[in-house]
């Protein structure tokens, strides 16, 4: 044997090798038959994406964010896999987009990729057939008798009844059903539920769905069926770009520190609201987000005096210093004789006791409040005593105030509402914790974290405006004369 044939022999060993583990999984098959340069070892959810795919039984949506490769293993993946392992389960495939193009194109796509990779369609039974293939449909017949067809569509088209021969759909495939500008018609949003409910849901009386997507408002068709999901007959899933404990859900493609600086990024822009929605699958309707970017007002720090204002300090400590834990907050907010709020300060992060202590310390000695008020609960009541031991020993002296944390907070946070639509709360231009108040704010109630307008509402317990002094500018004196 030579060289030449034993290397051949080892290449078309490993490509076999690579075919057996292709075909129980989307994500082998896109790993090993569909590699490119930027790859990256794949996420959990792609993994559980594929099952739910090949061996799935019910009704499936998914709210996926943007960038976590929805389109190369859900569309690109799975039509291939079905075209290249013919089973009786998927051979007939309906992929639905938001425009009959989008899926058109798709299926182009898909057909060209197919019939320009010979390994893919060589059967060693004989030829196979093609006896159609175009933007609406590929069809392929197999030596041993197998078919699979694909077909195209676009939402609202003339889905309902949809057959091949006597057969229905075995899978049907929703991609991104909507775009962001059908979410601005409140009209468009009604006629695509009602399309959806009418023609699709009961598609999946007969045939699987698995509809993937982004948040793009209450109102759109992937958000309503993830509220609603007995109703709709679906199992659903969001899949975030961050979980609940604030890791990253695909690590070997986005790290923590990526993430959060590009969420800080869109915030100095003043477009956290674009990287929720697109990153975090957090949006709402305008009328229903509580705090809005149009609240927010900016003073100019140079020029502020607060010289008529009183000053008061909120302390929220957090019980951990892990990553996945609330923030540990400070915040300074000085109140004018009108009733305005400026926050003047603020300070978060994740830091021992003594650290926190120290900003604390800090803070105090360089806005001098009048009180510091500190949650009273457990370790955070604590605090308060660790700080008047402290006192002597750095020579610094203040009035600590116990802040009531009965109740929840977001009920807390809902009392801060009324102000910031009255424009009466303002934040120093520049400061670069005002992103992350901001994008706190504008997800309400639903982000990861709200430890800092937390902090903000706790200054409600504690903050008195100082009394409006009078004018005596009309008010005649006495004239000087000698005191008897």
């Excluded at 369609?121 to 057939?129: D, F, L, N, S």
């Excluded at 204002?309 to 834990?325: H, I, L, N, R």
Aim: net charge positive.
């Amino acid at each position: 044997m030579t060289v030449q044939q034993s290397s051949k022999d080892k290449e078309a060993s490993l490509l076999a090798a690579r075919f057996v583990a292709a075909k129980k999984s989307l994500v082998a098959f896109r790993t090993y038959l569909l590699p490119a340069k930027n790859d990256c070892a794949p996420a959990p959810m792609h993994h559980r994406w594929s099952d739910i795919i090949l061996t799935g039984t019910k009704n499936f949506a998914v709210e996926a964010a943007r960038d976590t490769a929805k389109t190369q293993i859900v569309l690109r993946a799975n039509l291939l896999h079905a075209l290249v392992f013919p089973t009786e389960k998927r051979s007939y495939i309906a992929i639905i987009r938001a425009t009959k193009d989008l899926a058109a194109n798709l299926l182009i796509n898909i057909s060209r990729e197919y019939l320009s990779r010979p390994e893919f369609y060589t059967q060693p039974e004989g030829k196979i057939e093609v006896v159609a293939n175009s933007g609406d449909a590929l069809e392929v017949h197999y030596p041993n008798g197998r078919r699979v067809r694909i077909e195209s569509y676009g939402k609202g088209g003339a889905i309902r009844g949809i057959v091949w021969g006597a057969k229905r759909p075995d899978l049907v495939v929703c991609d991104d059903l909507q775009s962001l500008s059908d979410s601005q018609s409140e009209a468009l949003l009604e006629s695509d539920w009602n399309w959806f409910l009418s023609d699709i849901k009961f598609l999946g009386a007969e045939c699987r769905i698995f509809m993937i997507g982004n948040n793009l408002g209450e109102k759109c068709i992937i958000e309503r069926v993830l509220r609603n999901p007995e109703l709709c007959g679906f199992e659903v899933e969001r899949c975030p770009i961050l979980d609940e404990e604030g890791n990253s859900t695909w690590p070997s493609r986005f790290s923590v520190k990526k993430i959060m600086q590009e969420k800080e990024d869109y915030a100095r822009l003043g477009k956290a609201d674009i990287w929720y929605r697109e990153k975090l699958c957090q949006c709402r309707s305008p009328d229903s987000q509580l705090f809005k970017p149009e609240y927010f007002r900016y003073y100019n720090p140079a020029t502020l005096s607060t010289n008529r204002m009183t000053v008061f300090m909120a302390v929220d400590p957090a019980a951990s210093k892990k990553s996945s834990a609330d923030y540990s907050v400070n915040i300074v907010v000085g109140l004018n004789e009108e009733g305005h709020w400026f926050v003047l300060d603020c300070w978060y992060g994740r830091k021992s006791p003594t650290e926190h202590m120290d900003e604390i310390f800090r803070m105090v000695s360089k806005w001098n409040p009048i009180t510091v008020g500190i949650e009273k609960v457990a370790y955070q009541a604590a605090l308060g005593d660790f700080l008047k031991k402290e006192m002597p020993r750095r020579n610094i002296f203040f009035t600590v105030t116990d802040l009531a944390a009965a109740g929840k907070k977001e009920i807390r946070i809902e009392t801060l509402q009324p102000r910031f639509a009255a424009g009466s709360v303002w934040f120093p231009q520049g400061a670069a914790w005002v992103p992350e108040m901001e994008s706190q704010l504008l997800a309400f109630p639903t982000g990861i974290h709200d430890d800092l307008p937390d902090a903000l509402a706790y200054i409600e317990q504690i903050a008195l405006p100082p009394p409006k002094r009078r004018r005596y500018s009309n008010i005649k004196m006495p004239k000087a004369g000698r005191i008897h």
